[in-house]
């Protein structure tokens, strides 16, 4: 079982950075993909980005490529998301999710097994 909990959201103005964190207990394998995915009022649970455990692989999603950047810290049990550039279409609600899947799949909430809470962003013009 694997518990996953974020931390860091908060009100920021367009333009600034963000740091998200997702504290996880319970064992993630080198198979497993981590992730956060953001949903919008009104809106479906889009994916933000992903990392493979075992080799560090990144995927990202169009709408934050180059501006966010997915990591996890050795020791800590800690997956981050560093968001920079913020854009008022990046308000929304962002969820850490793990799961055992293909890369090929990891874009696709239905996939990952454990989520957690959430953790809100608003980003202010």
């Known amino acids: 079982q694997v518990q996953l909990v974020e931390s860091g959201g908060g009100l920021v103005q367009a333009g600034g950075s963000v740091r998200l964190s997702c504290a996880h207990s319970g064992r993630i394998i080198g198979s497993w993909h981590t992730a956060w995915f953001r949903q919008a009022p009104g809106q479906e649970r889009e994916f933000v980005a992903a990392l493979g455990w075992s080799g560090d692989s990144t995927y990202y999603g169009d709408a934050v490529m180059d501006r966010f950047t997915i990591s996890k810290e050795e020791g800590k049990n800690t997956i981050s998301l560093q968001m920079n550039n913020l854009k008022p279409e990046d308000t929304a609600i962002y969820y850490c999710?793990?799961?055992?899947?293909?890369?090929?799949?990891?874009?696709?909430?239905?996939?990952?097994?454990?989520w957690g809470q959430g953790t809100q962003v608003t980003v202010s013009s």
């Open positions: 999710a793990a799961g055992s899947l293909s890369r090929l799949i990891v874009r696709y909430s239905r996939h990952y097994r454990y």
